[in-house]
């Protein structure tokens, strides 16, 4: 199992997957180490997916937490972990998924959808939350938008929006805008110019605090 085959994203969840059964004292990497390490990791790529599917992470994530304590302890801690049995079944899975879909790297989202498919107790987490393969596929058709994994960083490169900028769409839909009082010829003026064919860009100026994010 070559890590330079997996996208930076499930690279990262590898070594902390590593860390966490070493920490645990326990004899074998399992998949649940793995997908326990990518729903611990703040706004990851694999949290998004699952958002996507309509999953709620964060139940997820509890089950996998009391899981993996139930495994069997070790009385030392051994840095000589194998993979198991199952997980070497869902990455050689994951690497013909990978081809099917004519990505370059094995992504978090494939290897998802190998252990879904491998039909693991671990695949029984994810489906006792709400999660089929039909709805993974829809998933994964909406994140990459067209898109092929074709770099390392792919997974990274996709969360860029939502972790560097805010949508005020998405803000203002939810009620979370503070609301807009006496800006009434403020925005008519902000709508004429947008609605301009050319130089269509308002621009607002004014002090920090005055309500120019929210016209």
């Given amino acids: 199992m070559k890590q330079d085959q997996f996208t930076h994203t499930l690279q990262e969840g590898l070594v902390n997957a590593h860390s966490l059964a070493i920490e645990k004292h326990h004899t074998t990497l399992e998949l649940d180490h793995l997908f326990l390490a990518l729903l ?24 996998f937490t009391n899981k ?37 790297f094995i992504s978090t989202e494939i290897f998802l959808l190998a252990t879904l498919e491998d039909k693991s107790d671990t695949a029984k987490v994810f489906k006792d939350a709400g ?31 939502e972790k560097y900028t805010t949508n005020l769409t998405e803000r203002a839909q939810s009620g979370k805008l503070d609301p807009v009082i006496g800006r009434d010829d403020e925005i008519r003026r902000a709508i004429q110019v947008l609605q301009r064919r050319t130089k269509n860009n308002p621009v607002l100026i004014g002090e920090p605090g005055v309500g120019k994010t929210a016209i």
């Fill in 68 to 104: 993996i304590n139930s495994f069997a302890r070790l009385d030392e801690p051994t840095h000589d972990l194998r993979p198991s049995n199952r997980f070497m079944s869902a990455f050689t899975l994951a690497e013909k998924k990978a081809k099917e879909f004519k990505d370059e």
């Fill in 131 to 161: 999660l089929t393969v039909e709805k993974l596929l829809k998933a994964i058709k909406v994140i990459r938008g067209g898109q092929t994994v074709n770099s390392a960083s792919s997974e990274e490169n996709r969360q860029a929006l």
């Fill in 40 to 63: 611990n990791t703040h706004q990851s790529p694999f949290i998004a997916l699952l958002k996507e599917c309509g999953v709620d992470s964060n139940e997820i994530q509890k089950v």
